[in-house]
């Protein structure tokens, strides 16, 4: 079985500032791993993927995470937020057909 | 560019209405999917189709059903529309290749509002 955990519902952070959104997640298989973002009214967009190759992922806009398997989590940072990263995030992991979301953060960015 | 497709960006329905949302892609995907999106609830998957003429239930499959003959079309139906039912509903799309990470592509989604 598969689930993630998504630590926080809603982060706020000011701009300029380090962005950490943290996820665990649970697996029975090597996981595949991904985060997406959804904008006001906005469909959902790929951020990043974890492809197994690499334990630091990095994906658009300046986002990253870090796969580490001893602690089953998959946290996506920023060093410096922007205006325009205020949006809802959402942890997604699965190996087979399904994929299972997290319930998502969402993000708060002040001037 | 890879496009999922679905066909109404805002639906008003009344309670006991049967309801069809449609979702198309131009990928040659195999896998698609019909997703729920409520606040605080995040994604839940109602049912999923592998092939044509196959599905599968996802979490919450109940109400609703599902429908796909051709391999870039796949329905959604609500076979009596309730008000529980109202929600943002999101179509994706997702290559098959056993257990390789590829990426599911989403619809805008379709916010439903049953009165």
């Known amino acids: 079985a598969q689930s993630v955990t998504q630590l926080d519902s809603h982060v706020s952070v000011s701009e300029g500032t380090p962005v950490l959104l943290r996820c665990n997640y649970s697996?029975?298989?090597?996981?595949?791993l991904f985060w997406y973002v959804q904008h006001p009214n906005k469909g959902l967009q790929l951020l990043l993927k974890?492809?197994?190759?690499?334990?630091l992922v990095k994906g658009i806009n300046g986002f990253e995470a870090e796969f580490k398997k001893s602690e089953t989590s998959f946290h996506l940072t920023k060093p410096s937020a922007h205006m325009s990263d205020a949006a809802e995030y959402f942890c997604?992991?699965?190996?087979?057909?399904?994929?299972?979301f997290g319930t998502g953060t969402r993000l708060l960015v002040s001037p | 560019d890879v496009k999922v497709t679905q066909s109404s960006r805002y639906l008003v329905k009344r309670t006991g209405e049967k309801v069809f949302l449609e979702c198309v892609q131009d990928m040659d995907h195999e896998n698609m999917f019909w997703y729920r999106q409520d606040p605080g609830l995040g994604l839940r998957l109602i049912y999923f189709s592998y092939d044509v003429k196959m599905k599968e239930k996802g979490d919450i499959p109940e109400g609703y059903s599902v429908s796909r003959e051709k391999k870039e079309r796949f329905s959604l139906i609500l076979e009596s529309a309730s008000t529980n039912q109202t929600s943002m509903y999101l179509c994706?799309?997702?290559?098959?290749?056993?257990?390789?990470?590829?990426?599911?592509?989403f619809g805008q989604g379709t916010r439903l509002t049953v009165v």
């Open positions: 974890y492809t197994s190759a690499a334990t």
């Open positions: 697996s029975s298989y090597s996981p595949s």
């Open positions: 994706a799309s997702r290559l098959n290749r056993g257990l390789a990470n590829t990426e599911a592509f």
């Open positions: 997604v992991v699965g190996p087979f057909q399904k994929l299972v």
